[in-house]
Every structure is written in C-alpha cells, then in structure tokens.
C-alpha cells in the first residue's frame, strides 16, 4: 500500500494542561464562549473525562485544523495538531 492510498487527516489534540498564565476559571470561561457550552458543560467535556488526551475536532483540511489550533491556543489550553492516515475507501 503507497502513500497515495491513503486519506490524511488531522486532529486538534487538548493534552490536557492549561497554558501557563492562564488559570482553569478563565479557560472554562473563554472555552464556554467559543464553542457554545456551558461552563458545566465545557468542564465536564473537557475536564472530566479521566484523559489527558482529548480529540477536540477532526478534518481533512489542514488550514481548518490551524484556525481551530489558534481558537483553543488562546482560549489557554495546550493543543497541538495530529495527523492521521487512513486507508482510503475503495
């Protein structure tokens, strides 16, 4: 199987911290605004899940996955991107 059978895919990963400078508070709070939660939602969705690695949003676009990136990086959560292969439908 070569490269060209395969779809990439890229994840904005949270790893579970919070930026340095930030406080958690803030970061519920900044997260609440972006995505449409409530704080109680956005800690539990993101807090308390038991993980430290939590997939926030999958798209084979990798400028979206950037802007995404940016979006949680200033609302104070460490993030990074992923990039996945997958087979590619037949």
């Known amino acids: 199987m070569s490269a060209s059978d395969k779809e990439v895919s890229y994840s904005v990963v949270f790893m579970g911290e919070i930026i340095t400078g930030f406080d958690?508070?803030?970061?519920?709070?900044?997260?609440?605004?972006?995505?449409?939660?409530t704080e109680d939602q956005v800690e539990e969705k993101f807090f308390n899940q038991g993980s430290t690695r939590l997939i926030i949003k999958?798209?084979?676009?990798?400028?979206?996955?950037?802007?995404?990136?940016?979006?949680?990086?200033?609302?104070?959560?460490?993030?990074?991107?992923?990039?996945?292969?997958?087979?590619a439908q037949k």
């Open 24 to 37: 958690k508070q803030q970061v519920v709070h900044n997260l609440a605004a972006i995505t449409r939660l």
């Open 58 to 87: 999958k798209t084979p676009d990798l400028a979206k996955a950037r802007r995404y990136h940016g979006k949680f990086l200033r609302a104070g959560m460490a993030v990074g991107i992923q990039m996945d292969f997958e087979d």
